[in-house]
């Protein structure tokens, strides 16, 4: 009955997260938080009322213990802050006792940013032009171009585009607009005027899969491995070092960190109120001047 009494309040929390979090989110959660009432249950404790800093270093400690890395522990105390935020709300805890406990320090792991010229020649690399091919182009090339998230860009509907910049949906269902550099435009432009040979008829997706429906994380994942192969690339790629290269050679030719983790979309909120400041003119003129692939050049006619 223990783990009935925990297990529902828990159901609670998780179907209110689930409103505005990923499905990847509710699911981690989920079992940072089955650890936690597994926990209690040992213990013979079946009130949420009793969580306590003291408590929640016990779990913590055993945790850790068991093998779990730095990492993970953070992710646990992570669900675990949001869990108390929900039971404090309830009326079913007195105060959020989190922000007491600490969790060993986690190695920071960024992937190494490719090569300018190495990924110029990648994206630079003739394809068969077929709609499958112009669609990957502009995939890799949005990835780059805008330093998009994978779900972000899995997201894309139609409606998203505009002239010269995206909308996109971050973390925690925060927008933001970031600029689309030239090389981008074009590889969308030639994957829009194909794109309907696939589309189911009523799928808004930007990026759709052969059988007309959006294309999924790992359906995106596996084209830009098979892509590096296809093409040469002697290291892997994935996503995520795309999106990392996009930031490293933003900053490393602007110098203009908070342009870049705006761009970014970071999900701090402390980076996040330094960076609302930034307007959206600042932004897009560092990154004109800055992108390798979205500089002006002399027959663009003004356009970056």
């Known amino acids: 009955m223990t783990g009935y009494a925990l297990g529902c309040e828990v159901e609670a929390f998780l179907a209110g997260l689930a409103r505005t979090a990923s499905p990847a989110t ?17 213990e013979d404790i079946d009130d949420w009322s009793v969580l306590d800093a003291a408590l929640l270093r016990r779990f913590l400690g055993s945790e850790r213990m068991r093998g779990q890395a730095p990492r993970s522990l ?125 589309a189911d008829r009523d799928t808004s997706a930007l990026f759709i899969g052969i059988r007309g429906a959006r294309l999924g994380h790992r359906a995106i994942q596996k084209r830009l491995a098979e892509l590096a192969k296809a093409r040469g690339l002697a290291e892997h790629l994935h996503p995520h070092r795309l999106r990392h290269s996009f930031a490293s050679h933003l900053l490393e030719s602007s110098q203009d960190l908070r342009a870049v983790q705006e761009l970014l979309g970071h999900a701090d909120l402390a980076t996040t109120q330094v960076y609302t400041r930034l307007d959206w003119q600042h932004l897009a003129t560092s990154y004109d001047a800055a992108h390798p692939r979205a500089r002006r050049r002399s027959d663009d006619l003004g356009e970056p």
């Open 26 to 42: 509710v699911s981690a959660y989920r079992r940072d938080l089955a650890a936690l009432v597994g926990f209690l249950e040992a």
């Open 74 to 198: 953070a992710r646990r105390r992570a669900a675990i802050s949001g869990f108390a935020r929900h039971l404090v709300e309830a009326g079913r805890l007195r105060h959020n006792p989190v922000p007491l406990v600490r969790t060993p320090r986690q190695p920071r792991h960024l992937p190494r940013p490719l090569d300018v010229d190495q990924l110029a020649r990648f994206l630079d690399t003739p394809h068969d032009d077929s709609p499958l091919a112009r669609r990957d182009q502009a995939m890799l090339e949005l990835f780059y171009s805008s330093g998009l998230r994978l779900a972000e860009l899995a997201a894309l509907d139609l409606g998203d585009l505009q002239p010269q910049r995206v909308r996109v949906l971050g973390k925690g269902g925060k927008p933001r607009q970031v600029p689309v550099g030239r090389r981008a435009r074009q590889a969308l432009d030639a994957w829009r005027t194909v794109r309907g040979q696939l």
